[in-house]
């Protein structure tokens, strides 16, 4: 089944404010859509709503065919946040293998990651003492371990450096061309083809997509 998002008269609330109104947008298999916008607009809403976590105040997200139920969202779909999910106090090696194990994946596709992401010097040290930069390369194992065709990325290169930006957009091309769809908020233009989904303030009452 090819996978598609379709968000159709979205309006999403953070507490009492409505950061989104009536936005409408489709992505399609091969597709990154990078999701731009001034701090606060939204952006990280959005990504969480496509994601699951919380409920539209108004319209709908459908993500797969128009008869898949909500339960295929999170089951074909990598969330990744600004806040990378992972326990302080294990070892990388210890991290790996679990978020390895919780999402189906394999022996061989979590040495794939590591060997891709190039963590091979990180794995006895514990989660804690890694750097910014080092917790993001372990945070997008999971991208590799486990082969979900929806990614929901939330600025994923801010903190890598040159090299590492480069290695993610070339995971990010090859999960296109594999038929993949990808959502990601950023603040610089990725090094590749994406559409632009420009977020504008709601109470403005304009959300702009070209
Ligand atoms: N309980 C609340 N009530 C009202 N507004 C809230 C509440 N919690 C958060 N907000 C507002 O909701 C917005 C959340 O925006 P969000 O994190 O989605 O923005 P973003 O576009 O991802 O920003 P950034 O580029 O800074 O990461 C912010 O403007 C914040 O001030």
């Not at 309006?11 to 409408?24: A, F, P, T, V």
């Not at 061989?108 to 930069?133: I, P, Q, T, W, Y």
């Not at 950023?186 to 009452?205: I, K, Q, S, W």
């Amino acid at each position: 089944m090819p996978f598609a998002i379709r968000v159709e008269g979205l309006s999403l609330k953070k507490g009492y404010k409505l950061l989104i109104s009536d936005l409408n947008f489709e992505v399609g298999p091969g597709e990154c859509v990078a999701l731009t916008g001034a701090n606060g607009v939204g952006k990280t809403t959005l990504l969480r709503a496509l994601a699951g976590f919380a409920p539209p105040h108004a319209g709908s997200i459908r993500i797969g065919d128009d008869n898949s139920d909500d339960s295929i969202v999170a089951s074909n779909s990598h969330y990744l946040g600004h806040a990378e999910s992972l326990s302080p106090s294990r070892r990388v090696d210890q991290e790996l293998s679990f978020q390895c194990e919780y999402l189906g994946g394999t022996a061989g596709s979590l040495a794939e990651a590591v060997g891709k992401l190039r963590l091979n010097s990180l794995l006895d040290l514990e989660v804690r003492m890694l750097s910014a930069g080092q917790k993001r390369r372990l945070s997008l194992a999971r991208l590799l371990m486990v082969e979900r065709p929806v990614w929901l990325l939330d600025e994923p290169m801010s903190p890598l450096d040159t090299e590492h930006r480069a290695l993610l957009a070339g995971m990010m091309q090859a999960h296109l061309s594999d038929g993949g769809l990808i959502v990601c908020a950023v603040h610089d233009p990725l090094p590749f083809e994406t559409r632009e989904l420009r977020l504008t303030r709601a109470e403005v009452g304009e959300v702009v997509y070209g």
